[in-house]
């Protein structure tokens, strides 16, 4: 049986505006073959989860450039995980310094994607590590 | 005709000589790359070379002439930089209005000429720090200011009838004017003696930064009120500062961003005409713009000049305005931000000042030069003198602003000019038979051609089509780590333990009077501003005021589109 499509969802957590990595890699994922569902800016934490698991979604990739990712992702993560969804992976992208990335990967996001990324590095990255669920 | 006939038929034969030498030379040398990659960052293809015949249809008087007269390429300003340099004005605001006030200062004794702020989120979306919406964002990426009592330690010692403050402002901008109007009276300073610039400029919000509150029509009608109390009340406050800046950064083209912002500015003309009646040359001159300078450095320098033009066109034969004051375009000019890198970020002083100098012999009248840092994270106060110090080298040293307008007559430059303002036009007609911008904006169109030039961007990048120095072609192993300035978590708690105690002491009725007056206005469709004033003089907050905008105007939320 032909397995079926990956899902994708890419999400704007809090109040943050810089939406142009965000579109460009809901285009990317598209053309990767992915179902993609974008969020549009400014959705709460408890949006994003409740989406997620509304769409039913293998990963969910969190972008964030204002600087609130140390509060937004760690917290999307763990509404997943308290609603049962803890197989979603989460994954980030945005303005991450270095120093932050091991209290990201502790709170349970899998991968960091920081500028100059491939769009490229990034679907081999999912094809190989996200599996429809 | 720009040329003699005699010149173009010399230049003519010469071309025809130097195109076989050229063929023969490529037949033994080949180029190093293909022609079509040889265009502009934007993707406008280049020529290996211009001459005369390129420029020949040029009017001289109506397409070039001299500074101070129309159409304005040269430059609004008959002395040019000889009577004063632009505005040295760097956008600064972090953590509390404390910390962004001493900024301000350093800034102001380092030889800045005017200031800036930037907000932080919640303040730019008009929430209150203490709101659920605001968890992780207080201070983050500017300074948070809730209520008046944050805005007059912001301004602590600023001389407010003498310097000029920008705002970066959008949706609460009436609520953050209002602060600085009443912040003005406390101190004696009659409104007709404040200058400076709110950016209220909600349509490039829809279509590109995405600080959204209220839908496009309510949103217009409050930018118009702004023009209005201004016009009467405010003369040398420029209401809106219409933005080019973020168009760019979300990924547009050059064209994009010059068409789409001045399309911006005519929706907000006719709005102000319509709504208000107001005479087009009792406000027009108050519009003021925002551009983005990139990395290309002769697209941009053809880019503030066609817009200079194009905007001296619309507003002398659409708009039939008679003042040439109104005819001008006034811009402030920001370094691209999304031209910088994260790695080898010293490269970035060097993007920074090539921008600047764009900028610059493109004829900005007021100029920010981002700090090679600030692609990671708010400028360090070592990075921000850098980026000052270049602003200062361009202006003093390098003889940039020796004579005016340098490059008018470059075959290049001025064909340049001209491609980008036809292509400008044919965007503006385009919207203009969509039925505006707003309505232009509501199919999505604006949007989805930005996203359609950043996808392309980005894919040229990943096939080393385009270049960026350090993450695609000289990639270093070596990182360098540079100074980080990072925002306390703690400036949330103190911030809030602030707007409570303000809540606590303020009179709590008069703030409720204020804010149902405000109500009954915006249902009226009064002027606000007013209404703002009081509000703000009783210590109602950002987030108040807007909540207020929010109920009676209805909430807008981001259509997701890509």
Redesign the interface.
């Known amino acids: 049986m032909a397995q079926r499509r990956l899902r994708v969802m890419v999400a704007k957590p809090g109040l943050d505006g810089h939406d142009r990595g965000a579109r460009v890699l809901s285009r990317c994922f598209r053309d990767a073959g992915y179902e993609v569902i974008y969020t549009g800016c400014h959705q709460t934490p408890e949006q994003i989860a409740a989406a997620a698991i509304q769409e039913d979604v293998d990963m969910v990739g969190l972008s964030c450039l204002s600087g609130a990712h140390r509060y937004l992702f760690p917290a999307v993560k763990k509404l997943l995980v308290e609603k049962g969804a803890d197989d979603i992976v989460v994954v980030g992208g945005g303005i991450i310094p270095d120093q932050d990335f091991k209290l990201l990967y502790d709170a349970g996001i899998t991968a960091l994607f920081t500028p100059g990324t491939t769009l490229e590095s990034i679907v081999e990255w999912i094809n190989t590590n996200v599996k429809p669920r | 005709m720009y040329f003699a006939k005699e010149l173009l038929d010399q230049s003519s034969t010469l071309r025809k000589k130097w195109e076989d030498e050229v063929k023969r030379v490529v037949a033994k040398n080949p180029d190093q790359k293909p022609e079509p990659l040889w265009s502009t960052v934007s993707d406008l293809p280049i020529k290996r070379l211009y001459t005369p015949e390129d420029i020949k249809d040029m009017n001289f008087a109506e397409d070039i002439s001299y500074p101070g007269q129309f159409p304005y390429i040269r430059g609004n300003q008959v002395t040019g930089y000889r009577g004063k340099f632009w505005t040295f004005r760097m956008f600064s605001g972090m953590g509390d209005a404390k910390t962004t006030n001493e900024r301000w200062h350093l800034l102001l004794k380092e030889g800045q000429t005017g200031l800036s702020t930037a907000f932080d989120?919640?303040t730019?979306?008009g929430?209150d720090s203490d709101s659920?919406?605001?968890?992780?964002?207080c201070g983050?990426?500017g300074v948070a200011i809730d209520t008046l009592e944050d805005f007059m330690q912001l301004v602590d010692g600023v001389p407010m009838d003498k310097v000029t403050t920008s705002m970066t402002i959008n949706p609460p901008a009436t609520a953050l004017w209002a602060m600085y109007c009443a912040a003005a009276q406390i101190r004696g300073i009659p409104l007709d003696k404040i200058g400076g610039t709110i950016q209220n400029d909600m349509l490039k919000?829809f279509i590109a930064?995405?600080?959204?509150m209220c839908p496009p029509e309510p949103s217009v009608k409050l930018i118009s009120d702004t023009v209005e109390f201004g016009t009467k009340y405010v003369p040398r406050w420029n209401t809106i500062s219409i933005s080019g800046y973020h168009i760019r950064?979300?990924?547009s083209t050059a064209v994009q961003e010059l068409a789409f912002t001045l399309r911006d500015g005519m929706e907000y003309v006719e709005d102000v005409l319509r709504r208000k009646g107001l005479d087009i040359d009792s406000f027009a001159m108050r519009l003021s713009f925002f551009y983005n300078s990139h990395i290309d450095f002769f697209e941009e320098i053809a880019k503030l000049r066609a817009a200079r033009r194009i905007w001296a066109k619309a507003m002398r034969d659409r708009y039939k305005a008679k003042d040439p004051r109104s005819w001008w375009m006034r811009f402030h000019t920001q370094t691209a931000g999304?031209s910088l890198?994260?790695?080898q970020p010293y490269n970035n002083v060097v993007r920074t000042a090539t921008e600047a100098l764009a900028a610059v012999l493109g004829g900005t009248q007021s100029l920010h030069t981002n700090s090679l840092d600030e692609?990671?994270?708010l400028p360090s106060d070592h990075a921000v003198q850098i980026a000052l110090r270049t602003q200062q080298i361009i202006a003093e040293e390098t003889g940039a602003a020796n004579t005016i307008d340098p490059l008018a007559g470059s075959y290049f430059v001025e064909a340049l000019t001209n491609e980008m303002e036809e292509q400008a036009w044919d965007y503006i007609h385009k919207i203009d038979d969509m039925g505006g911008m707003v309505s232009a904006i509501e199919k999505g169109f604006p949007q989805l051609e930005i996203?359609d030039a950043?996808?392309k961007y980005?894919?040229q990048?990943?096939a080393n089509e385009k270049i960026m120095i350090g993450?695609n072609k000289y990639v270093s192993e070596k990182v360098e780590p540079i100074p980080?300035l990072?925002?306390d978590?703690s400036v949330e708690t103190e911030q809030i333990a602030r707007l409570t105690a303000v809540k606590r002491k303020r009179d709590n009725k008069a703030v409720k009077k204020c804010l149902d007056d405000l109500k009954n206005a915006c249902k009226k469709g009064e002027n606000v501003m007013p209404y703002c004033i009081e509000a703000v003089k009783e210590l109602a907050s950002v987030q108040e005021i807007c909540d207020v905008y929010r109920e009676v105007f209805g909430e807008y939320?981001?259509?997701?589109?890509?």
């Open positions: 989120f919640p730019l979306m929430y659920p919406k605001a968890r992780g964002e983050k990426c919000e930064q995405k600080t959204l950064e979300a990924g999304c890198t994260a790695q692609v990671l994270c996203s950043a996808y980005q894919r990048i990943d993450v980080f990072e925002i978590d939320r981001d259509p997701g589109l890509y």
